[in-house]
């Protein structure tokens, strides 16, 4: 097994149990209002590369269409399932236990392909975007969404090494301009952009991760000293309890030539 792969795993059978508890209602409402625009619904079908516990599925299956999520974390599949169970929208969704390099699906056999949250964890995110566009009918569409960096290269670097302390499953977080490119590489049209920011108290971003707790001090103060200095990337803000990070979140949809 890839170490990737392996890490993956690892790390979401750890998270699995509380993962995915804080999306926001603002987010949920602009994907749903995306996926209407494009006419997605009823009979409508949705790829998610890994699902997860079903966070980014959930607009989706909201408008009535229907979910196959691939995903390498049964632990995150089981925990997805009682939350769809939760929201009464389990009888659209399946769960394929399946690498997202490698999609288990014919070419063109669905409207829609999404990820979210996941591209920064994955070995080569160009082999999944293509699976992505592979996946979609001409005429269909693919969201990714994933924190997105600059595109300096020092400075993408300098978080990211912050970063990866805190959650060592990162492979690289693309900036914004590589995340773009991945569309125009693969022939899609890039319909819309959407930045967001998600401000999270830095004990609270901490906790989310499940790392070990002996690197939050030190981790800390690296993120207060990029304050210090006059902010970052992340801009981060407020002092003891009340510091806070505020990460940037890159939406892009497009669409595949008909
Ligand atoms: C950060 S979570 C995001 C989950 C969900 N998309 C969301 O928005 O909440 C990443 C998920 O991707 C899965 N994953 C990571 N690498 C994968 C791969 N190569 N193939 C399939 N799933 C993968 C992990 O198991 C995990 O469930």
Redesign the pocket.
């Known amino acids: 097994m890839d170490t990737?792969?392996q890490r993956?795993?690892e790390?979401?059978t750890r998270m699995?149990e509380t993962?995915?508890g804080y999306?926001s209602d603002a987010e949920q409402a602009r994907l749903g209002a995306m996926a209407e625009r494009v006419g997605f619904g009823e009979g409508s079908w949705l790829v998610?590369?890994?699902?997860?516990?079903?966070?980014?599925?959930k607009p989706f299956l909201a408008a009535g269409g229907n979910v196959v999520g691939?995903?390498?974390?049964p632990a995150?599949a089981v925990r997805g399932r009682e939350r769809l169970r939760e929201w009464g929208l389990e009888a659209n969704a399946r769960y394929v236990m399946?690498?997202?390099?490698d999609a288990p699906l014919a070419a063109g056999a669905a409207d829609a392909a999404?990820?979210?949250?996941?591209f920064h964890?994955?070995?080569d995110p160009k082999k999944?975007f293509a699976e992505m566009a592979r996946a979609v009918r001409p005429g269909g569409h693919v969201f990714l969404?994933d924190y997105h960096y600059p595109d300096e290269e020092e400075e993408r670097e300098k978080i990211e090494e912050l970063d990866r302390v805190r959650e060592p499953?990162i492979t690289r977080h693309l900036s914004g301009k590589e995340m773009e490119g991945l569309f125009y590489a693969e022939g899609i049209r890039v319909e819309e952009t959407v930045v967001d920011r998600t401000d999270t108290p830095f004990d609270d971003w901490m906790d989310l991760a499940k790392t070990s707790p002996d690197v939050f001090p030190k981790l800390r103060a690296a993120f207060e000293a990029l304050r210090d200095q006059g902010g970052s990337w992340y801009e981060e803000s407020g002092e003891g309890a009340e510091f806070s990070v505020i990460r940037k979140r890159l939406t892009i949809l497009g669409q595949k030539p008909d």
């Open positions: 990737a792969k993956n795993i790390t979401f699995a993962y995915g999306y998610d590369f890994g699902m997860g516990t079903g966070t980014s599925a691939l995903d390498l974390t995150m399946a690498n997202a390099h999404i990820c979210r949250h996941t964890h994955l070995e999944v969404i499953t």
